[in-house]
């Protein structure tokens, strides 16, 4: 079974760029979860989705950052413009159904912002 | 609010060592509890869960249990390998949406 997949693998970038990262979840997951991971910190919540509707994004800085899962499938997250802070690793997850008992991880996006 | 307070690290033992990872929680309502495992160049898996009081989570020779009295979730092994270095979360999922809440991680070498 194929996993989560996400790409890039690393990004650098420099303050008030624009950054996009990508997301497919193994098949037939309905749920799709969005995490940033700061140096030292677990992950944090940013959003999550159920097929293609938000289930929850009150953690997503939306001044900024935007995420969409338009067919219900793959998702991209989007910053725009990138602050010195937003320097994290990106993680993408999904599961089967939205009860969290089990989330499958990709290996993240590393983002550097300078 | 919700957290997790979770042993720092990084934590060095020996092959064949017992491991004792701390994690203590603070959630209203009745959370499931979860560990969680990054190996190195890997993505976090789940390593193992409980979702009442007294049950015990297993999996790969790690064992932790749900002490609601104390609110942790202690992670334990009792010989470790090489093979398990790498970083542990405890997390807990709570609320309408079941949101997964994680710990800052803990860094395990284990040296041959």
């Known amino acids: 079974e194929a996993g989560v997949a996400q790409s890039p693998r690393y990004k650098i970038i420099e303050k008030r760029q624009s950054v996009a990262f990508w997301c497919n979840p193994i098949?037939?997951?309905?749920?799709l979860y969005w995490y940033q991971q700061i140096l030292g910190q677990g992950p944090k919540l940013l959003i999550q989705?159920?097929?293609?509707?938000?289930?929850?994004d009150s953690q997503l800085p939306k001044d900024r950052f935007s995420a969409e899962r338009l067919k219900g499938v793959d998702s991209t997250l989007k910053i725009q413009p990138a602050k010195l802070e937003d320097s994290a690793v990106y993680l993408c997850?999904?599961?089967?159904?939205?009860?969290?008992?089990?989330?499958?991880f990709g290996s993240g996006t590393q983002l550097s912002v300078l | 609010g919700n957290s997790v307070t979770q042993m720092e690290g990084p934590v060095t033992l020996s092959e064949e060592a017992f491991l004792t990872i701390n994690c203590t929680y603070t959630a209203t309502g009745y959370p499931s509890l979860f560990w969680y495992v990054q190996y190195p160049g890997e993505g976090l898996q789940l390593l193992l869960k409980a979702t009442k009081a007294d049950d015990k989570g297993s999996n790969k020779g790690f064992e932790a249990t749900y002490r609601k009295e104390t609110t942790s979730f202690h992670l334990e092994k009792g010989s470790v390998q090489v093979s398990d270095s790498a970083v542990y979360f405890c997390?807990?999922?709570?609320?309408?949406?079941?949101?997964?809440?994680f710990g800052s991680g803990t860094q395990l070498t284990v040296l041959p």
């Open positions: 997850a999904s599961s089967l159904d939205g009860h969290n008992e089990k989330l499958f």
């Open positions: 997390a807990f999922s709570s609320g309408s949406a079941r949101q997964l809440t």
């Open positions: 098949s037939g997951h309905a749920t």
């Open positions: 989705f159920q097929n293609n509707g938000v289930v929850d």
